[in-house]
T-cell receptor
Framework: SQELEQSPQSLIVQEGKNLTINCTSSKTLYGLYWYKQKYGEGLIFLMMLQKGGEEKSHEKITAKLDEKKQQSSLHITASQPSHAGIYLC????????????FGKGTHLIIQP | DAMVIQNPRYQVTQFGKPVTLSCSQT?????MYWYQQKSSQAPKLLFH???????NEADTPDNFQSRRPNTSFCFLDIRSPGLGDAAMYLC?????????????FGSGTQLSVL
C-alpha cells in the first residue's frame, strides 16, 4: 500500500517568514492533494497536482509536484496567523472512488 | 451553500454502548466516505459507499458498520465502542464528475469514550 511521509512533523515560524512543507510518497503519485485542517475540524481543500513538474498557486501558497511524481512541496510566502493549522497531503488510493490515502500532517504554528 | 454536515460535533459515549454518527450532504455526490482520525495521526479510511454499494477497507474492524438509506445521508454505527475508538470521525463526499477537489469534508464528529 502507498505511504505518504510528511516533513517536518511540526513547524514554528515567525509571522512574515517563508516556509516549506514536504510530502514524499513510497509510490508514484497519480494525483496529489493538499488539505488544511484547523484543530478539531474537517479538512479544507487547497490544491491538486497531477502532472510531473506541475506547480499551482493560490494567494500566498504554492504547491509543486516533482518530475518523478513521488514528492510534493507546499510553500507559504510571508506567513500570517491565518496560515496556522495542520497541512495534510493525500494521494489517490487507486483511482475511481477509492478515496485518498493521507500523510500524518504537518502542524504549523505562526508566532507573532 | 452546498455542503457536508456532520452531527453531532462532539459525542460522548460509554464503553460498550452503541453509538451512531450521522452525515448528510446537499452536494448530490454519489460517493460517501468515513474516515477515522486519531490525535496526530493520518485520517484512515474505514469504508465508503459508491451509490448503494458498500466498500469496506480490509482492516476495518467488524465493530464499525455503516448505513446509507439514501443519497443524502450516511451513518456510522459503532456497535461496542472501546477506549481505542475515541477519535475524530470525518465524513467526506465525492463525485465522479469532480476534476479538481477530490473529497469534500464535513467538520467532523469528535467521539469520546468513557
Amino acid at each position: 500500500s502507498q505511504e505518504l511521509e510528511q516533513s517536518p512533523q511540526s513547524l514554528i515560524v515567525q509571522e512574515g517568514k517563508n516556509l516549506t512543507i514536504n510530502c514524499t510518497s513510497s509510490k508514484t503519485l497519480y494525483g496529489l492533494y493538499w488539505y488544511k485542517q484547523k484543530y478539531g475540524e474537517g479538512l479544507i481543500f487547497l490544491m491538486m497536482l497531477q502532472k510531473g513538474g506541475e506547480e499551482k498557486s493560490h494567494e500566498k501558497i504554492t504547491a509543486k509536484l516533482d518530475e518523478k511524481k513521488q514528492q510534493s512541496s507546499l510553500h507559504i510566502t510571508a506567513s500570517q496567523p491565518s496560515h496556522a493549522g495542520i497541512y495534510l497531503c493525500g494521494a489517490d488510493k487507486g483511482g475511481g472512488a477509492d478515496g485518498l490515502t493521507f500523510g500524518k500532517g504537518t502542524h504549523l504554528i505562526i508566532q507573532p | 451553500d452546498a455542503m457536508v454536515i456532520q452531527n453531532p460535533r462532539y459525542q460522548v459515549t460509554q464503553f460498550g454502548k452503541p453509538v451512531t454518527l450521522s452525515c448528510s450532504q446537499t452536494l448530490n455526490h454519489n460517493v460517501m466516505y468515513w474516515y477515522q482520525q486519531k490525535s496526530s495521526q493520518a485520517p484512515k479510511l474505514l469504508f465508503h459507499y459508491y451509490d448503494k454499494d458498500f466498500n469496506n477497507e480490509a482492516d476495518t474492524p467488524d465493530n464499525f458498520q455503516s448505513r446509507r438509506p439514501n443519497t443524502s445521508f450516511c451513518f456510522l454505527d459503532i456497535r461496542s465502542p472501546g477506549l481505542g475508538d475515541a477519535a475524530m470521525y470525518l465524513c467526506a463526499t465525492s463525485s465522479q464528475m469532480a476534476t479538481n477537489e477530490k473529497l469534500f469534508f464535513g467538520s467532523g464528529t469528535q467521539l469520546s469514550v468513557l
